[in-house]
């Protein structure tokens, strides 16, 4: 495709993802009327796809300038981040299959602006200007992160007085992560998966790393689908959970032995190692639904194969011992690396939240540490997808809620 067909691509997808962002469009119409981002920089690290795009165009209208780099080397649409480029007051920097070394060139060119703002979906963004940019922190208003396993870095440079700027923990809000993180990743895992594979989930044994809200997702998504779904856990009442949500739970050394599928999403590294691959039956496919690429320990599995091949597109083949390993996207996030992501519908509700807290941030002072989206705009966004889906529902009576605040009413 030349750039011209690119970009007229990459309109049709952010065309068609905005008509399904109605929660985004109201803010939309709301920033463009009141232009609260009129001056401020906007800086962001974001997967760089179609309903990413919807989120920067709204900044944009805001009054925002804003430059955005991708945040994961495979998850960039090019049609999309053309596409993007080609709007006022937006730069897009993002491509598809960069090295690393560009991957982190495009975070330093977003850095380079100045941002008064910063948005962040895994955090690499913030820990580059704590590291080597740490000119810039005074002039930080705050950041937004997008993503769990971003927070849990925030946390942890929190906790060792390593964070030097606010930082809203977007991915806390009730209105992302109970949605975003359970049905978008659910469905987009699933769709990358079984996109890339073309095969039957139907009947197979799929096993899910982790039982957090992305694993709870792509469970229900698999026994939808007709799976025999394992479940593996290091937390005992997640365990204790998943096997009263009807599933299969035990250790991952036991469960590699007969799993068909592996899905893995914990944030955490090492879920899948040479200890597992080593008992894995022939034709095994991993995919990995975290963040980062460190889930499926792809360094051991090379050491351990005897020979790599591509088999199809995003899918490598290892053999080891004889056996056939099928690891998706290079282990990397499969639902963006091998599919489109998260439904527009699901990501509506995330990107509002975004939006609504970076003009937050410009409107008020706040403290160095990680904050919570403030309540009010949480409530604020389910009340405008319930009104989106014309769903009505019940208030409370004055004496409802006086009952509720009290104390003396008993039997």
């Known amino acids: 495709m030349h750039n011209k067909e690119l970009i007229r691509s990459g309109d049709q997808k952010i065309e068609w993802v905005k008509n399904h962002m109605p929660v985004l469009s ?44 991708g945040c994961n080397p495979l998850s960039t649409q090019d049609d999309v981040s053309l596409a993007l480029d080609k709007k006022d007051n937006i730069r897009c920097v993002a491509k598809y299959d960069c090295s690393n070394e560009e991957y982190y060139e495009a975070i330093d060119t977003v850095l380079d602006i100045e941002p008064d703002i910063t948005i962040d979906d895994g955090a690499d963004l913030i820990f580059k200007l704590h590291t080597e940019r740490t000119d810039l922190l005074p ?16 946390k942890a440079m929190e906790r060792d007085g390593a964070l030097k700027m606010p930082v809203v923990a977007v991915n806390d809000a009730m209105t992302k992560f109970l949605f975003d993180n359970r049905y978008g990743t659910g469905q987009s895992s699933w769709d990358g998966i079984m996109r ?18 992305c694993g709870r997702g792509v469970a229900m998504r698999a026994s939808g689908l007709g799976a025999n779904v394992v479940v593996t856990e290091v937390d005992p009442i997640r365990a204790l959970e998943a096997h009263m949500d009807g599933y299969r739970v035990m250790s991952m050394k036991m469960a590699a032995e007969f799993g068909d599928m592996f899905v893995t999403t914990t944030g955490n590294m090492n879920v899948l190692t040479r200890d597992h691959f080593s008992v894995m039956k022939d034709g ?18 090379i050491a351990l194969s005897s020979s790599v091949r591509t088999v199809r597109k995003n899918i490598k083949e290892y053999l080891v011992n004889g056996k056939r390993i099928n690891v998706l996207a290079d282990g990397r996030l499969v639902n963006l690396a091998a599919g489109d992501g998260h439904p527009a519908e699901v990501m509506d509700m995330s990107f509002a939240n975004q939006a609504q807290c970076v003009k937050y941030i410009a409107e008020n002072k706040l403290s160095n540490g990680v904050h919570p989206v403030p309540y009010d705009l949480d409530i604020h966004v389910a009340k405008l997808k319930l009104r989106s889906l014309d769903v009505e529902i019940d208030e409370l009576s004055s004496e409802q809620t006086e009952y509720m605040g009290g104390w003396e009413c008993g039997t």
């Open 196 to 213: 890339t594979t073309n095969l039957l989930v139907a009947g197979k044994t799929v096993v899910i790393g982790g039982y957090g809200w």
């Open 26 to 69: 109201i803010i939309r119409d709301e920033f463009e009327r009141e232009m609260p981002l009129k001056g401020y920089k906007v800086g962001m690290a974001l997967h760089v796809e179609a309903k990413t795009a919807a989120l920067v165009e709204t900044l944009a209208l805001g009054g925002a300038e804003v430059v955005i780099a």
């Open 284 to 301: 095994a496919i991993l995919a990995n639904s975290g963040h980062f690429n460190v889930e499926i320990n792809m360094e051991e599995l």
């Open 139 to 154: 002039s930080i208003l705050g950041g937004c992160e997008e993503t769990t396993t971003g927070i849990h870095r925030l």
